[in-house]
C-alpha cells in the first residue's frame, strides 16, 4: 500500500529543546515537501525537496531545517522550537506528475 | 508569486442538496494543475479531483465536479447530493507545472457543514 508515514503523530515539547519529526514514502517519488497547517491560514510550505541532497525553502522556513539523505525519507528539524512553532504539520510526496499524497499529520505543541 | 483565495470560510448545505465551494487563484503560468483536497475530523487530506490547465474538460469524480474558468482564474467545486460524510474543511491549491519540484499553494479553506 502506498504510504507517507511521518513520527510522532503528537508531541509536546518545551522551548529550545530540539526535535525532528520524521517522514518516510514507499512511492520511490522525487519530490516531497513539508507543509505547516495553522487555522485560518490553510497550509503554507516549509521546505521542498526534489531529490536526494536537493532541498529548497518554501513560503515559511525560518525557524526549520530538513535533510535528504536518502530518496525515501525527509525528515524536519527544529533546532529551537519556539511556541510559534505550534502547528500540525503534514509531509507530502509526489511524482513529476502525480497529485500530493499526505501523510496522518504531526499535532506538534511547544510550551 | 501564486495565491490561492477562497472566500468562504464556512459553508452550509441540506444533506441531499447541492453545493457550490468558490476558489480563485492568481498566476502569470500558462501550465498548472489545480486540486481540491477535503480534510475531514481526522485531520488526513484526502484528494477530491484534479484539474490540468491545458484541458478544456472539467474534471468529474462522481458526485464531486469542478466549473475550470481558466480566463477567469476560477476554480469553484460542485458537490452534488451532499453526505453527511462530506462534512469537512475543503482547500482549494495550485501547483505550476513544468516539472517544477516546489509543492502546493493553498487557499484558506472552507468548512462545509452537512445539516441533517
Known amino acids: 500500500e502506498a504510504q507517507v508515514t511521518q513520527n510522532p503523530r503528537y508531541l509536546i515539547t518545551v522551548t529550545g529543546k530540539k526535535l525532528t519529526v520524521t517522514c518516510s514514502q514507499n512511492?520511490?517519488?522525487?519530490?516531497m515537501s513539508w507543509y505547516r497547517q495553522d487555522p485560518g491560514l490553510g497550509l503554507r510550505q516549509i521546505y521542498y525537496?526534489?531529490?536526494?541532497?536537493?532541498?529548497d525553502k518554501g513560503d515559511v522556513p525560518e525557524g526549520y531545517k530538513v535533510s535528504r539523505k536518502e530518496k525515501r525519507n525527509f525528515p524536519l528539524i527544529l533546532e529551537s522550537p519556539s511556541p510559534n512553532q505550534t502547528s500540525l504539520y503534514f509531509c507530502?510526496?509526489?511524482?513529476?506528475?502525480?497529485?500530493?499524497?499526505f501523510g496522518q499529520g504531526t499535532r506538534l505543541t511547544v510550551v | 508569486a501564486q495565491t490561492v483565495t477562497q472566500s468562504q470560510p464556512e459553508m452550509s448545505v441540506q444533506e441531499a442538496e447541492t453545493v457550490t465551494l468558490s476558489c480563485t487563484y492568481d498566476?502569470?503560468?500558462?501550465?498548472?494543475?489545480l486540486f481540491w483536497y477535503k480534510q475531514p475530523p481526522s485531520r488526513q487530506m484526502i484528494l477530491v479531483i484534479r484539474?490540468?490547465?491545458?484541458?478544456?474538460q472539467n474534471a468529474t469524480e462522481n458526485r464531486f465536479s469542478v466549473n475550470f474558468q481558466k480566463a477567469a482564474k476560477s476554480f469553484s467545486l460542485k458537490i452534488s447530493d451532499s453526505q453527511l460524510g462530506d462534512a469537512a474543511m475543503y482547500f482549494c491549491?495550485?501547483?505550476?507545472?513544468?516539472?517544477?519540484?516546489?509543492?502546493?499553494?493553498f487557499g484558506k479553506g472552507t468548512h462545509l457543514i452537512i445539516q441533517p
Open positions: 507530502a510526496c509526489r511524482g513529476s506528475y502525480t497529485e500530493a499524497f
Open positions: 512511492m520511490n517519488h522525487e519530490y
Open positions: 525537496s526534489m531529490n536526494v541532497e536537493v532541498t
Open positions: 498566476t502569470s503560468e500558462s501550465d498548472y494543475y
Open positions: 484539474q490540468e490547465a491545458y484541458k478544456q
Open positions: 491549491a495550485y501547483r505550476r507545472g513544468g516539472g517544477g519540484a516546489d509543492g502546493l499553494t
